[in-house]
């Protein structure tokens, strides 16, 4: 399988993209498969934080189903973690949770996992329908339509489609109305019951990020740290680096330009650390211009180049430059223009690595031993604190940090409308934040006693704040109407399924129970999961939720009657 248009046989071409139900294979005797359904989008510094609405993600699964997909693989289920030095570029961070319905600590997110489980419960229903036929289309209205699979005459399935953006419709399908919320599919598995619908999220749901503290065993909260680079020691920089030394003529203020290709750089001036220069995941290249003093005679110019992960696709990825290209001069008072280095020109590179005095506090060498928390969930470090570089736990990589890089102040939602297709930048969160604070530490790479942390810092940061952290619970609300399906998994053919009433299911992780209960109520509540507040029409329930719920560990339900 390959995702290319012209694949020769007996090759299956196949779709990768945010939607592919329009997609259609190259031979009508290859089946229609999507190999990577984007869940969400992958996390660069200083980008903000992107996420997919849920709805429309089973929207276009949904989508893809109803016109004939037969095989639907996320692209991911399951985030992960960008360990060393293996993510990719230009800026990638080193989280690759990806929004996934499962995050990069392996904990579920919610609602997204919880609702694409009853959409793949409300497909699997349709199961024999699908595999029995192609699908027949019926025009419902303008941006309306049903796809029906039948296994007899009299016997099917239906897809009901409402692909419009904004506006929600009522449709006639088998002489019965249904309701269609805009930017939605609802899945009929007998061609007359509703029993899943796309923008109709039933599912308990998580409230913010999850609560992580502070554990308590961390050596001193990692406030006594050594240096191991004292001042005046020599810092090495080892591969090949442009060192520069040239001789003062007249004035001691110049202005330094520096042209990279990316991905950033360093720079020091007598052995004074002067400027940093850096590109982002979009346009790494970036031109660096700083206004800096000279000393009578000799000078010497030391830059340090960084490349910040190496692209690993799109087109010709393989062919794409990095590093400095071009480094001069001007003095501010004569405006004359002095090049230092040009890409192909003259210039002196010391193969052997250059000694730099630390003066500064860039490129610093931090330890500390630390006690794991008890447990075996996983562990997140905090580094919010520091500026960039790089940690390392008893020997194994974390990976790359950067905190000090922060996202556009302007471009972000918390409650992104997911009607109308998606793209990477159309959902954001965390403006003006780091992308990455949190950097994930597997309980494997720990054991009981000390544990050896080790940071390189190329910027300066607070170490004294750096702490580490365990996952201790996580807020979740769930909120059904009257007019929402019953659980897709409760449906049985040849029942009257409207006859049944939806139902709150809370649940939690493996190992965790309910501790407290803050709002319950049946009526017209107001506001939304976290904020609630009793409405026109109260029941307090909140006595008899307690009741049932305080100290659970599995699956409650709570029927409410339509």
């Known amino acids: 399988m390959c995702v290319q248009e012209d694949a020769p046989d007996p090759v299956i071409n196949t779709c990768n993209g945010f939607y592919c139900d329009q997609f259609t294979p190259n031979s009508p005797y290859k089946p229609k498969m999507w190999t990577e359904n984007y869940s969400g989008w992958f996390l660069a510094f200083g980008s903000a934080v992107p996420y997919r609405p849920v709805e429309d993600l089973a929207f276009a699964v949904a989508k893809f189903f109803e016109h004939g997909g037969t095989f639907q ?7 992960g973690t960008n360990f060393g030095r293996t993510a990719g570029g230009p800026l990638v961070a080193t989280s690759y949770d990806y929004d996934a319905p499962i995050n990069e600590y392996g904990f579920i997110r919610q609602p997204k996992w919880g609702h694409l489980r009853d959409l793949h419960s409300a497909i699997k229903q349709c199961e024999e329908y699908l595999v029995s036929s192609d699908p027949v289309h019926q025009k419902l209205g303008n941006n309306l339509e049903a796809h029906v699979y039948y ?28 309701f269609l919320p805009a930017w939605s599919v609802s899945i009929l598995a007998d ?54 030394m040239w001789k003062l003529d007249k004035h001691k203020e110049q202005f330094l330009n520096i042209e990279s290709l990316g991905h950033a750089a360093l720079v020091f001036v007598n052995k004074r650390f002067v400027a940093f220069g850096y590109g982002n995941h979009d346009d790494a290249s970036f031109s660096l211009t700083q206004k800096i003093s000279l000393e009578e005679g000799n000078n010497t110019l030391d830059v340090l180049s960084m490349l910040i992960g190496v692209q690993n696709y ?66 997140a470090l905090n580094l919010a604190s520091m500026g960039k570089g790089q940690a390392w736990i008893n ?12 996202s556009p102040s302007t471009g972000c939602t918390d409650n992104c ?38 940071l390189h810092e190329e910027l300066g940061g607070d170490p004294s704040q750096v702490s ?36 709150v299911r809370l649940s939690c992780e493996h190992g965790w129970h309910i501790a407290a209960i ?26 008899i939720v307690k009741k049932a719920c305080i100290g659970q560990d599995g699956l409650f339900n709570s029927c409410i009657s339509s």
């Open 73 to 79: 693989n996320y692209y991911m289920y399951f985030g």
């Open 151 to 178: 296994k007899h005459s009299n016997d099917c399935a239906a897809f009901l489609a409402n692909y419009d953006s904004g506006s929600d419709a009522n449709v006639t399908f088998n002489s019965n109305t249904y």
């Open 191 to 244: 061609c007359k019951n509703v029993i899943f619908n796309t923008a109709k999220v039933v599912t308990q749901r998580h409230i913010g990020d999850a609560l992580f503290s502070r554990s308590t065993t961390v050596d001193g909260n990692l406030v006594y740290w050594s240096r191991l680079i004292q001042q005046k020691t020599p810092v090495i920089f080892f591969g090949t680096q442009p060192v520069f």
């Open 314 to 379: 799109g087109p010709w990825f393989d062919v794409q430059g990095a590093g400095i290209h071009s480094v001069f001069l001007v003095d501010l008072h004569e405006s004359k223009e002095r090049s230092l280095f040009r890409e192909n020109g003259p210039t002196r590179w010391d193969l052997k690595g250059n000694t730099l005095d630390w003066i500064t506090s860039s490129l610093i060498w931090y330890k500390a031993t630390i006690l794991a928390p008890e447990g075996n969930g996983p562990l």
């Open 395 to 406: 020997g194994q990589s974390i990976g790359r940090y950067w905190s000090t890089y922060l």
């Open 417 to 454: 409308d997911y009607r109308g297709s998606y793209n990477s930048f159309k959902c954001q969160k965390k403006c003006g934040q780091p992308a990455q604070t949190l950097y994930h530490i597997p309980r494997t790479w720990v054991h009981p006693g000390d544990n050896l942390l080790v």
């Open 468 to 503: 580490l952290l365990t996952q201790t619970g996580q807020d979740i609300c769930s909120i059904v109407s009257e007019d929402d399906p019953p659980p897709a998994d409760s449906w049985k053919p040849n029942l009257e399924f409207m006859s049944q009433s939806p139902e």
């Open 518 to 543: 803050n709002f319950a109520s049946f009526g017209t509540p107001e506001g939304k999961c976290g904020t609630f507040t009793p409405g026109n029409c109260h029941a307090d329930m909140l006595t």
